[in-house]
């Protein structure tokens, strides 16, 4: 089961029964009895619980305090029966020492609960909606991500306002394409010395506190790396590296870059100035153009005036450029058409200005220019190939061969600014939602 299949928790749920009380045992309280609490103290409590739930044994019938340490919860209500002091990474406050109650192991988990985002309907940023959902619980060959940090990217606009085609998600859904955050459990069949680390992961429902992954799905984030950084790299470092990777620009060629300033865009200046081209980015507005100036471009040119394919070609020195990666699509992709050399390559990745740019096979034919559409033209990547794009994105990131520029940080229940601002071309760079952290 998915985070993203499973419904909103509302009206109450039904206790389980008390099997035994556990004296002397040290106990988190989170008075948070309607599920509905934000306070920070109950907040802080529940993420301490969570932290120690994974490494702690399962109740069983017999069971006594002085065995094993052992984590029981129901609703806001977490206890640790057999631990007389406070458990590591815990206050005083949190922990109290009393008696326990211990419930039985088929007690219905899905009363601990996490903050979302959730989808019920496609329509505009207001249907993003915060809700509590249910945990999710690691099957075989999963885990389960404590999610800091996830990125807003332009898929999530379209899947959110039904205009993904065959990428369109089920309703209900959570939002987001993975995020940036600490291994909390694994399921059966998946190596235990994963949980502790910080991990990127990539699949369904990143716009949440907790995610769940398979174990081919997540990657570890390098030492010294932000998670924030790893996040803004999730998906523009991956598409960025697979990009340049299957078109790659060469030292002295002219490189294009349209809606430059956006996410994958901007990672992609920057793999073409590591590799010693010139480039010449393109973005509508002084703000963004500003911004890809302090990038150490060679020239920048506002898409959104009349002629810039000329000003392009100018820059060159009339040739036009060697390459074109075409973020931008519509009638941007297909005027960027116009600024490259005869017998160069066109890109086109991008179509949030209008669809994928449509460029007519016979003047290409006429002009020589392969036209290239790596992430429609066949199969997406293989699982294998999708995590080393992310681990090569996340190595050059640590390296600070790419710097992504974070333009603004949302907290998770304002993930319709988040969306807005992307849809208004107010973003800069890559948008993020704080979850935890
Ligand atoms: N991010 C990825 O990993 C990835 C993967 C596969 C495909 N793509 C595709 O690549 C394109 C860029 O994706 P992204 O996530 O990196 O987005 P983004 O670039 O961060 O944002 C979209 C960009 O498109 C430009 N744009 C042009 N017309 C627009 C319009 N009508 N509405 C909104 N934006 C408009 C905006 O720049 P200006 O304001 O400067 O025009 C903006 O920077 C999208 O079409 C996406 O589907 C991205």
Redesign the pocket.
């Known amino acids: 089961m998915t985070a993203q299949s499973v419904p909103a928790i509302t009206g109450e749920r039904p206790m389980p029964e008390i099997d035994t009380v556990v004296p002397n045992s040290a106990q988190i309280r989170n008075h948070r009895p309607s599920g509905k609490d934000d306070h920070p103290v109950d907040r802080e409590a529940r993420q301490a619980f969570r932290r120690l739930q994974h490494p702690l044994p399962e109740w069983r019938p017999g069971l006594r305090p002085t065995d094993a340490p052992q984590v029981n919860a129901i609703g806001g209500l977490a206890e640790i029966p057999g631990q007389r002091a406070s458990p590591p990474g815990l206050t005083s406050s949190e922990v109290e020492v009393g008696d326990c109650r211990a419930y039985r192991p088929d007690d219905d988990r899905s009363l601990i609960t996490m903050r979302a985002i959730q989808v019920r309907e496609f329509g505009g940023p207001e249907v993003l909606e915060p809700v509590e959902l249910p945990d999710p619980v690691p099957g075989p060959g999963q885990v389960v991500v404590d999610v800091a940090v996830t990125d807003v990217?332009?898929?999530d606009v379209?899947r959110r306002s039904g205009r993904a085609g065959p990428a369109a998600p089920a309703l209900p859904y959570v939002p987001g394409r993975g995020g940036a955050g600490r291994v909390l459990a694994v399921g059966e069949g998946v190596d235990p010395a994963w949980v502790g680390r910080r991990v990127v992961a990539r699949t369904d429902g990143g716009y949440a506190e907790r995610l769940l992954a398979a174990e081919e799905e997540i990657v570890e984030v390098p030492d010294g790396l932000g998670l924030r950084e790893a996040a803004a790299v999730l998906?523009?470092g991956?598409?960025a590296v697979g990009l340049f990777e299957a078109t790659p620009a060469a030292a002295h060629d002219w490189v294009l870059v349209t809606?430059?300033?956006?996410?994958?865009?901007h990672l992609l200046v920057q793999l073409a100035g590591d590799a010693g081209a010139r480039v010449v980015a393109a973005?509508?507005?002084e703000r963004?153009l500003a911004m890809l100036r302090g990038l150490g471009v060679a020239a920048v040119v506002d898409?959104?005036e009349p002629g810039w394919p000329d000003r392009v070609r100018a820059v060159t020195g009339g040739s036009g450029v060697d390459l074109v990666f075409d973020?931008?699509?519509?009638e941007?992709g297909r005027a960027a058409f116009d600024a490259v050399a005869d017998g160069g390559r066109f890109v086109t990745?991008?179509?949030?200005?209008?669809g994928l740019a449509v460029i007519d096979p016979g003047l290409a034919a006429r002009r020589n220019v392969a036209v290239h559409n790596p992430?429609f033209a066949g199969p997406p990547p293989d699982p294998a190939t999708a995590r080393a794009r992310i681990a090569r994105a996340l190595e050059l990131t640590a390296k600070g061969v790419l710097r992504p520029h974070i333009g603004a940080v949302h907290p998770l229940d304002q993930a319709a600014e988040a969306h807005r601002a992307?849809?208004?071309?107010r973003?800069l760079?890559?948008a993020l939602l704080l979850v935890s952290g």
Not at 327 to 330: I, L
Not at 422 to 425: G, M
């Open positions: 990217i332009y898929l379209m998906h523009d991956g598409t809606a430059a300033a956006g996410g994958a865009a973005a509508r507005g963004k898409y959104s973020g931008a699509g519509g941007y990745y991008g179509s949030a200005g209008g992430l992307l849809e208004e071309r973003t760079g890559r």
